[in-house]
Every structure is written in structure tokens, then in C-alpha cells.
């Protein structure tokens, strides 16, 4: 079965990296990185450009990195000089391995009834007290963009699909998006704490 979000980033790989890469995400990074420990292993879930697993690499942590889009994987792997992973959601079976997990505009795409399924996954792929950070597009419910279908959700919206999952909430902000000429569109930013 053709994945129309996996082969939607495979046809435009360039023009996303492109309108990706440079965004800036320093303010973010910044509040999940205060509950990583220093060096600490990050698993950039869904990396698309490599942006983040760039400044968390020169930053001097631990970075595992993987993506659906294959041709997403070329384009990071050669941006940060070291090989991503083509892997989906669905594929992960990590345990208990992680510092911390970075999911930046990539949990969005998986189908609301299987969220709850992945946010448990994650759970379990962090070590005690490990952070997730995970961003979605304000809204509610399955919205379609163009070719593209998203799983939305509100800043209330959100707790229960990560508290349900074992994560205790320590931020959970709605802000804008980071990309010249987007500024308009709204993201709810969350980092949760596995218990």
C-alpha cells in the first residue's frame, strides 16, 4: 500500500528540506534539552531535513535518527554525515534506550487510533524519566492539507493522549510556526516525562 504522507515527502524532498532546515527551533530545543542529561541519547523521531539532529549532534549528544521518506534520508544523512535510518513509526522496538525523544512535526501524521498504540511505544523506547517532545498542528481531530493527512490537537486536547501513554506533562505551549512566511499557523508544543 502507497503511503500518500511518505510519498508526498519523497516527491518534494528537496523543496522540504530546503523550507525546513534552516527554521529555527534554538527556544524549543532548548526547553526539552534541560531534562536530557549532558551526551545523553536522543532519538530524533522522524528527522525530515536533519535540522535538530544537527544541533543536538554539534551540541555533543548521543543522536539516533530515522525517517519514512527515504529520499528524506538521503538529504539528512549527507546533511548531519551520518547515516538515518528509513524506518517508520510502526517499526520501532526500542527499549528503555533513550535520554530523551524528539518527535518534531512527525507524530501529526499517524492516524488518531493508532496514537495511543505509538505514544506507548516511545514511552517504552525512553529510559525512567525520559522526555518526549512532540509538536502537532492546532486543530482537532483529521484534517487533510493537500495531499497530506494530520492527526490535530489543542493544548487540552493533547494531555490526555499523553497522560494515557504514562507521560506526566511539564510543558505544554501553543505557539507559532517557525518557517519564514508561516508565522500564522499554530503548533501545541509538548514535552512529557516517562513515569
Known amino acids: 500500500m502507497i503511503d500518500k504522507n511518505i510519498d508526498y515527502y519523497n516527491k518534494n524532498a528537496d523543496s522540504f528540506f530546503e523550507g525546513s532546515v534552516k527554521a529555527d527551533m534554538s527556544e524549543v530545543r532548548q526547553r526539552f534539552l534541560k531534562y536530557i542529561p549532558d551526551g545523553g541519547k536522543i532519538l530524533d523521531a522522524g528527522c525530515g531535513s536533519g535540522r535538530d539532529s544537527k544541533e543536538f ?104 493522549l499523553f497522560e494515557a501513554a504514562g507521560f506526566e506533562i511539564v510543558s505544554n505551549i501553543v505557539g507559532s510556526d517557525s518557517r519564514p512566511g508561516r508565522e500564522s499557523e499554530k503548533w501545541v508544543n509538548v514535552i512529557g516525562i516517562a513515569r
Open 57 to 160: 549532534l554539534d551540541a555533543g549528544y548521543d543522536v539516533v535518527s530515522f525517517d519514512a521518506s527515504e529520499e528524506m534520508c538521503k538529504r539528512a544523512s549527507k546533511y548531519i554525515g551520518k547515516e538515518v535510518m528509513n524506518l517508520r513509526f510502526e517499526d520501532i522496538s526500542f527499549n528503555e534506550e533513550f535520554d530523551g525523544i524528539w518527535a518534531c512535526a512527525t507524530l501529526l501524521h499517524v492516524p488518531m487510533d493508532e496514537l495511543p498504540a505509538m505514544m506507548k511505544k516511545l514511552h517504552n523506547a525512553l529510559k525512567e524519566n525520559g522526555a518526549l517532545y512532540a509538536s502537532f498542528k492546532y486543530g482537532e481531530g483529521t484534517t487533510f492539507r493537500g495531499e497530506r493527512k494530520f492527526s490535530d490537537f489543542t493544548e487540552k486536547s493533547v494531555i490526555p
